[in-house]
C-alpha cells in the first residue's frame, strides 16, 4: 500500500548526482521547438514538498505523431486488459482477423473455469467477425449478427459481448443495436462496446469505456446473497502470471470472502453479484477506479487502495482490509497470516539483498506498475532512478488530490461519463460518516490514491508516455542494471546490454503478488542483475555500423 504523502520508498534516490534539469534538456535538445515544448511538460523533476504535494505533470495528452510510444489503442484498454479475462464471455472482435488475433491471450491473464458451476472457458478462442472489404463498403451489421448467431448455437454461453474496432466507428456499424436484437432473439445477455482503437489518446479510454459497460449491462443483475462473512471485491487484478491465485490464497486463508475479481480468474456471474460485497479493493486504479466510483454511488459500497506488490506492502493491505470490518477475530486471523508468512519473504529479501544492494532499475510501464514495482526493488535495496507510465492520468502520478484541477479537453470529453444516482432499493451505505471518519484516523483512507511521485525521491525523472529516443538516451547515460518495460521495447534495449523484465508479462514468469510472489520477483531479479552475460553483448552495430540517419531537425 502506498505510503503516506511525502514518506519516501526507501532507497529511491535522485539521479546519481547528475543534474535533472540538465539530463532533462538534452533529453528534449533533438526534438524540434514545438515538440520540446510538449514533452516538457511530461518529463518533470521530481520534488516532494512536506505535504506531499508534487510538480503537476503532464499525462493523458496525444502522443506526438512520430515519436514511438509504447502506447496501446483504446480497443486493446476495453477488450483487451478489462473483458479480456473473463473467461465465460464469448469476447467478439467486430472488425478485420488482425484485431482479435493479435490480442488473444498475449497478456498471459490465467483462469480456473473450475470455480463456476459450469466450467465454461472461451479465452483459448479467438472470436472475430473477420471484417473484408465487402463490409467496409456495405456494412458489416449482418455479419456480426451471424457472427454471434454462430457463436451461440456452437457454445451455448450466457453472455456474449462485442468490440468495436476502427473502421466499425468509420463505415457506421450500429453494434448496439445490433446486441439489443440477438438479446431479445436469444435470450442471453449481449452487449457492445464503442471502443473504436482511435478512441482517446491511449488504452486508458477503453478501460473507462470497458467500466461503463460493465456496469450498465451487468453489474447488480443478480442480488443473491451468498454465504460468507468480509466480502469484498478485488478491482484491477488482472491474474497475469497467476497473480490472482496468490492473492486469493491468502484471502481465503485470512478469512475473506471475495465476491469477484475485475478482472483475473473472473465469471460474468461474480460481476453480476458484485453488489453484494461490503468493500471494494483498488489494486490498479487506473483502469477500474470508475466502477469502484459508481459502485459507491449506487450501492453504497465504499473503496480503499491497496497493493498486494511487495511483501510489506501486502502485509499493510491486509491489514487496513481486516481494520475496515472492525473485527477482532478477523485482524487476529490476519496477524496469524502475516506472522506465518512474512517471516520467510523478508528472509530471502535479506538473503539476496547483498547481491542487489544499490544496484539501479528504471520502470516504464501502463498505469500502475511502475508504481507498486518500486515497492519489490527497494526491499532488494535497489534504487529507482526514472520511472513513468504509459498512459495514466495526473492522479495516478500526483494523487486524486489533484483530480479537481484536471482539465478535460477533447480527446477526454469523447468518453462518456455516467450519470449515477443512489439505487433507490438496493442502496446501502456499509459505513455510517462517522464510522468513515473514526476509521480514516486510524489510517484507513478511503477513496485515495497518494499515486507514484510522492513515493519518489527528489530530482528522481518522472516521464509520461516515454519514447524510445527519450529511452535509448537514458540508458546510454545511465546504463541501469534494469530496465522494466514491455516486448516492444524488450529487445533494442537487450542489445544495449541492459536486461529487461517485462512488468507486463512477466516474461513467462510470475505470479509476483502477495507473499510468495514477492520472493518469485526477489529470485528473478538477483537471476537478471547478477547476470554476467549482459557485459559481454556487443550489438551488430557497436561492432560495423551498417546503416546511418538523421533526424528531420538535423
Ligand atoms: Fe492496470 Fe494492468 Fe497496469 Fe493496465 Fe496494461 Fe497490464 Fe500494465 Mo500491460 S490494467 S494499468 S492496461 S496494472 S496490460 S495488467 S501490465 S499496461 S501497468
Redesign the pocket.
Known sequence: MAKAAGEKIENAIGLEGHDPEEIKSNLLAQYPPKVARKRAKQIVVNKVDPDGGVPVIGSNVRTVPGLMSQRGCCYA?CK??VLGPTRDIVNITHGPVGCGFYSWLT?RNQTDPGTTADGHNFMTYCFTTDMQDQEIIFGGEKKLKQAIQEAYDNFHPKAIAVFSTCPVGLIGDDVHSVCREMKAKLGINIFGFSCEGYKGVS?SAG?HIANNGIFTHVVGTDDTVKEGDFKINML?E?N?GGDAFEIERLLDLCGFTLISTYSGNSSIDFFANSHTADLNLIM?H??INYVAEMMEKKYGIPWLKINFIGGAATAKSLRKMAAYFEDETLKARVESVIADELPEVEKAAAEIRPRTQDKRAMLF??????HHYQELFAELGMKTLSAGY???HRDDYEGRRVLPDIKVDADSRNIEELEIEADPEKFNPRKSGSQIKSLGHKGVGFSDYKGMMPQMDDGALVIDDISQHETDKMIAWFKPDIFCA?IKEKYTIQKHGIPLKQ??SYDYGGPYAGFRGAVNFYKEIDRMVNSRIWGYLKAPWQQNPELAAKYGTD
Do not use: D, K, T
Not at 510501464?365 to 511502475?370: F, I, N, P, T, Y
Open positions: 484498454g483487451g486488459v497478456r488504452q478501460h484491477g488482472y497475469i490498479c487506473r483502469s510501464v501502463g498505469g500502475s506498475r511502475a504509459e498512459f495514466a514491455g512488468l507486463h
